[in-house]
C-alpha cells in the first residue's frame, strides 16, 4: 500500500486563489450528472459522485463533536479547513487519500479545486489561526465549503467568489466561526442557490463545553428563503435540481 500523500501548497496570494474561482469548469468537471452529499456531524461533509469521493473536515469525537462518531469513510481526496479538534483529524483514515491542507490551487482526475485562505477568528487568526475555505465542481456543482470562516465576506472578493451552486457554511457561533446573524449576511453577499448549513449545536455536542448554539437560530432569520429539514442525512443534487432564482435552505439530518 501506498503511503498516505500529506499534499500541503503556500505561497499563493488571496487574489489569485479567488481568481481562479471565477474560471469556467471545464468539460471533464461538467460531465458528472449529480452529485451526493453525506452529512457525517459538525462541518464533515462526504461529496461522491462518479466513483470520485471527496471527504471535508474529519474530526476527533471532542467538545462539540463527543458523541459524533468518527468518520470513519473511503475517499479519495481530503480537503482540511484546519487542525482544531474539530476538524483537520487526518490519521487513520481509511483507504490512501490524498491530503489538501493548504491555501492553492490543486487539481485531481481533472476537477480543479481552490483552498481560500481567512482569519478562524474574529481577531485576525491571532488566537486560532487560517481557515481555508474550499471551492470546486463536483458532478457538475459548483460546491462551496467555507469551513469555519468568520470574516466578512467583501465585495471584491463576492465578485472573484462568483456565485456557487451550494454553500456549506457554519452557522452556530462560538469564537471561531460565523454566528446566525453573520452567517446570514454572508448567504446575502455569496448569493448561492442551495445553502448546507454546518458547525452548530446537535444532541451529540457536549453541550457544557460547547459554545455554539442551534441552526434554528439560523433559520429564523431567513424566512424570506424555503427551508426543508431532512429526514435523511444524505442528498444528491443534479444542475437540474437547483433553483433558477433565489435561495433555498437545506438542514441535513444529524446521524
Not at 462560538?174 to 455569496?190: N, S
Amino acid at each position: 500500500m501506498k503511503r498516505r500523500q500529506l499534499i500541503r501548497y503556500s505561497g499563493m496570494s488571496l487574489l489569485t486563489m479567488l481568481g481562479a474561482i471565477a474560471t469556467k469548469s471545464s468539460p471533464a468537471q461538467a460531465s458528472g450528472k449529480s452529485v451526493t452529499i453525506e452529512y457525517l456531524g459538525h462541518t464533515c461533509f462526504l461529496f461522491s459522485s462518479n466513483g470520485f469521493k471527496v471527504l471535508v473536515n474529519p474530526f476527533n469525537p471532542l467538545g462539540c463533536t463527543a458523541d459524533n462518531k468518527a468518520p470513519n469513510v473511503e475517499a479519495d481526496l481530503v480537503l482540511v479547513s484546519s487542525f482544531l479538534l474539530d476538524e483537520g483529524a487526518v490519521e487513520g483514515l481509511a483507504g490512501n487519500p490524498q491530503i489538501f491542507t493548504e491555501p492553492g490551487d490543486y487539481k485531481v482526475r481533472d476537477v480543479k479545486f481552490q483552498g481560500i485562505s481567512s482569519p478562524h477568528d474574529r481577531e485576525g487568526g491571532r488566537r486560532f489561526g487560517k481557515n481555508t475555505a474550499w471551492l470546486w465542481n463536483q458532478g457538475g456543482v459548483k460546491i462551496l465549503h467555507l469551513g469555519g470562516a468568520v470574516a466578512p465576506i467583501s465585495l471584491e472578493n463576492k465578485i472573484l467568489i462568483g456565485n456557487p451552486d451550494v454553500l456549506f457554511i457554519p452557522v452556530g457561533g462560538g469564537a471561531k466561526a460565523y454566528d446566525p446573524a453573520e452567517a446570514t449576511k454572508a448567504v446575502k453577499t455569496i448569493k448561492p442557490k442551495v445553502v448546507i448549513p454546518t458547525h452548530y449545536l446537535t444532541s451529540a455536542s457536549d453541550k457544557e463545553s460547547c459554545d455554539l448554539v442551534a441552526v434554528d437560530e439560523f433559520l429564523a432569520l431567513n424566512q424570506d428563503k424555503e427551508i426543508k429539514k431532512l429526514n435523511v442525512n444524505r442528498i444528491a443534487i443534479k444542475p437540474s435540481d437547483l433553483p433558477k432564482d433565489g435561495t433555498v435552505i437545506r438542514v441535513l439530518k444529524f446521524s
